[in-house]
């Protein structure tokens, strides 16, 4: 069975540095357009960022544009969402997900999920 592990989370100052990753496994990754998304408490998962299976394509969420990288290391089963000038609404639980789609910024799209891990980001 497929499976997302995400790992990078933890407590941050406002204007501090974060880097996620995501390690798929039982997956060919190189197939998967990959996503990662957040949620806060009693709010809406938020789209955060997606990248194409081949790496030439990404986009991001208007809320990140300018501070969030998202790469991938296929030869690693790996992505990656450099957080950079976070914030105090950047608090949430982040998920990375992968999609048999060319691109999605659409939550309902993607099959295979992963339990997330908590981002904090202190004033």
């Known amino acids: 069975q497929v499976q997302l592990v995400e790992s990078g989370g933890g407590l941050v100052q406002a204007g501090g540095s974060l880097r996620l990753s995501c390690v798929g496994s039982a997956m060919t990754f190189s197939s998967y357009t990959m996503g990662w998304f957040r949620q806060a408490p009693g709010k809406e998962r938020e789209f955060v960022a997606t990248?194409?299976?081949?790496?030439?394509?990404?986009y991001y969420g208007d809320s990140v544009k300018g501070r969030f990288t998202i790469s991938r290391d296929n030869a690693e089963n790996t992505v990656y969402l450099q957080m950079n000038s976070l914030k105090p609404e950047d608090t949430a639980v982040y998920y990375c997900?992968?999609?048999?789609?060319?691109?999605?910024?659409?939550?309902?799209?993607?099959?295979?999920w992963g339990q997330g891990t908590q981002v904090t980001v202190s004033s």
């Open positions: 990248i194409r299976w081949s790496g030439g394509y990404t």
């Open positions: 997900a992968a999609a048999l789609l060319s691109i999605s910024t659409s939550a309902p799209q993607y099959k295979y």
